[in-house]
Each structure stands twice: as C-alpha cells, then as structure tokens.
C-alpha cells in the first residue's frame, strides 16, 4: 500500500506527524485536568490527513510498534517540557488495542520515561475495549504491568464497546472518558442522559475520574455539571492545537 510506504518514510523524516494536543477542563474551576495527544500527518503531496484516514492500514502493518513508538516518544517530548517549566499536568496518549499484545511495551515505554525524565503518572494511557477474546490475557498482563509502573489508565470512547463493564473488573484503570455521541445527544435523549448520569456515578462509586468528551455548547457544560460530571473537553473549552500554541494556554488557566 503506498500509504503505508510513505508513513515509514513519515516516521523517518521527523516532521511530517505531528501531535495537535486538546486540553481537558475542570467544570468548576476552569483548570485543565490534562492534555490529549492526537496525531496528524502533514502530508507532503495528500495535505492534512487525520488518524481516520490511516489509523486502521497502520494497525493492520508491521508499523504499528514503530508508530506507537514514535507518539509515545512525541508526547513525552511534550510532558517534559511542561516538567521543566513547572506544570504538574498530565498528557493522554491514545493507543491502539493492538499495540497491547506486544509484550515489550511496557519495557519501552519505562525507557522513553527515564529518557524524557518524566514520572510514571504524567503519563496516561487512552485504551477502548474493542479486542478480541483471545487476545484478553496478553493485553490484560501488559495493562497490569504499565499500572503497577505508575502509568494512569483511561478508558477511551466509554460505554461504546462490547464488555466495558466486565472490563472495568478486570483492568484497574484511573479514568473514564464518556463517548462524545452520548454527549450529543444528551438534551433530546433520556437515554443519553441517562447514560452520562450512571457513568459519572459510577466513576464516583469507583473513585475514578471522569472525562465528558466533545462539548460543543454551554447548554451540554450546564448539563453536565448538573449531572455531577466534574471535567470535560471539547470545542467548547479548546479545539486540538499546535504544540507551540499550548504552553501560554497552559501558562494562563493554571
Ligand atoms: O483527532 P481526531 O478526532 O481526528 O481523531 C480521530 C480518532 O483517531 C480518534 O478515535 C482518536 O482516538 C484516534 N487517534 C488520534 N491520535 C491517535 C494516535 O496517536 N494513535 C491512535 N492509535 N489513535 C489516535
Ligand atoms: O476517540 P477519541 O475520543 O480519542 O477521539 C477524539 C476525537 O474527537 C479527536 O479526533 C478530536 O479531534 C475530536 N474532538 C475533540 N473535541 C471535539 C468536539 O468538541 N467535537 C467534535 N465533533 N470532535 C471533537
Ligand atoms: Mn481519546
Ligand atoms: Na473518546
């Protein structure tokens, strides 16, 4: 696939994939909670291409330890800037299921850690339950060795998967990221809202915090505030942006 062809080119050249970073906000005080990576590729010929537009040919390729890699080293970069210009914040990396079954991650990512000089917990974990059950006992063990490091967990996309219940029993995670669709669709939809309340106590009830994602308008912040949902992120608070725009955002909300 040529695609694939010009990403290992991408992975070499250094500034074709770049981070565009999304901080999450404190409902009631306004502070961010923390900041998620989401990657771009400036393409040098096809222009911006979102993760939609690749995401899926890079899991299914040999690229995927290198791509995995490449974010994680990236969004470290990031966090150590923030460590040395004094903001205690922690960043999100989204990762795909499948970089799970590679049982040298967490070795990798310890590294890239000591590297950077970043503590363990600046560092969050962005995972959906979408794997296979064969898969479950190789992912559930690199899990359990990323947290027992240190490494914050959060379930990403939450209550759209197959199993996130029995997830949240087998895998201790530290955060759950409420799916932008209930957001959306919270005002018309008793189910939705319904949805959005029973997540944000059950995060209460499991002592983990919890992300409402895609805010768009005051009216979903009210509401979510009303339900007792205490951060959240969206276009209403911050769209994703440069890593250079991000530090004075930073610098001005702490
Ligand atoms: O940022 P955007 O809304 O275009 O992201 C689209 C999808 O791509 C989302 O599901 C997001 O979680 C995913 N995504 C963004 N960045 C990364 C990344 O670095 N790695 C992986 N695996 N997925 C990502
Ligand atoms: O799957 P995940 O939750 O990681 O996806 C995050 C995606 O949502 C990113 O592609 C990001 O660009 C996008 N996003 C972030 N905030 C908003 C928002 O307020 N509205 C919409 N439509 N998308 C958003
Ligand atoms: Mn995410
Ligand atoms: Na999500």
Redesign the pocket.
Known sequence: LALLAELREALEVDDQLVLAL?PAVDLTTGAPTGV?A?IRWRHPRRGWLSPVDFIRPVENSEQLGTFTRYVLDKALAVAAGWAREGLDIPISV?LSARSLLDPRLPAEIAEALRRHQVPAHRLVL?ITETVVMSELEIIDEVLATLRSMGVQLAV??FGTGFSSLTFLTRIAVDEL?VD?SFVIRMADSPEAAAIVRTTVGLAHELGLRVVA????TVEQRTALAELGCTAA????FFK?MPADKIGAVLGTLL
């Open positions: 999304q998620e989401l989204n962005e990403d996309d990221k932008r994602e895609g805010v768009e992120q969206g276009y209403h994703p």
